[in-house]
């Protein structure tokens, strides 16, 4: 098996304050952030990273949030229609961790391995009173669905490798896609909302453990830098105006 494209899937957009973005500031600015999911083509089958924002949550959110964007065509199942894909033809779901803006499309994938470190998914089902706003239960807990928990960084594939990256969550988790010809390259999740969490080594605001959270923040680093890897954030607004649009790609 190799990969050979990668492509990026836009889910929408959401409002977000400065202070859950950066820990330790304290400003209510808020800013747009997108929504993103990757879709990684191999000769062996579809592998798609996180899965946005669940549909039924889309009115809710239009309603509250002043910077919430979502059109008909940034529905998941839409993104994929562009491709002349369903959501039956993906093999395996790999979710960076399990709040409700990466995991919310869990549920469009009963035929899929759905993959997830087992400390995450534990933890999503009795989380912290603090934590509970950004796990809803009814988008992970799916009878009859194909788990596979991770304990720790796992190769999936020649050139697609989960990297465990503690902190934002208890079970957060990396994937680091090797491309034929873009090279290396690592789909951050929210280990790093914003390039600038790498660049400048900044932890999430919304942070289950900010120690971890900075260790894994160098952890991307140093294999960025180890492997010449480019480093794909998150929410990262300014990055996303540069990313390749599906149905383009990266090869």
């Known amino acids: 098996m190799a990969v050979e494209a990668l492509y990026a899937l836009q889910n929408g957009f959401l409002g977000a304050e400065r202070s859950l973005l950066f820990y330790g500031e304290y400003s209510e600015a808020r800013v747009q952030i997108p929504i993103a999911c990757w879709l990684i083509k ?4 579809l592998v798609l990273f996180d ?26 199942v839409h993104r994929l229609d562009t491709l002349g894909l369903e959501t039956d033809n993906v093999d395996t779901v790999v979710m960076s961790h399990l709040h409700y803006d990466h ?3 869990a549920h469009l994938f009963p035929k899929s391995e759905l993959v997830v470190q087992k400390d995450e998914y534990s933890y999503a089902h009795y989380p912290a009173s ?29 050139g697609l490798t989960v990297l465990r990256t503690d902190g934002h969550t208890p079970g957060h988790q990396s994937l680091l896609v090797q491309l034929p010809r873009t090279g290396p390259v690592i789909l951050t999740g929210d280990a790093c ?16 453990n900010p120690t971890l959270a900075m260790h894994s923040i160098k952890r991307i680093n140093t294999l960025a830098r180890l492997l010449g890897a480019r480093i794909f954030p998150g929410h990262d607004p300014g990055f996303w105006k540069t990313v390749t649009p599906s149905p383009g790609a990266y090869h």
Request: aromatic letters at 16%.
């Open 193 to 208: 909302y914003w390039l600038e969490h790498a660049q400048r080594q900044r932890v999430p605001g919304v942070v289950w």
């Open 42 to 45: 191999t000769t062996d089958g």
């Open 130 to 158: 603090f934590f509970e706003p950004f796990y809803y239960k009814k988008n992970f807990d799916l009878p009859g669905y194909r788990w596979r928990l991770l304990d720790g960084d796992t190769e999936l594939a020649p």
């Open 51 to 76: 899965t946005g924002v669940s549909p039924r949550a889309v009115p809710g959110l239009m309603r509250n949030d002043p910077f919430a964007r979502f059109t008909d065509e940034d529905l998941l």
């Open 103 to 105: 995991a919310g499309g």
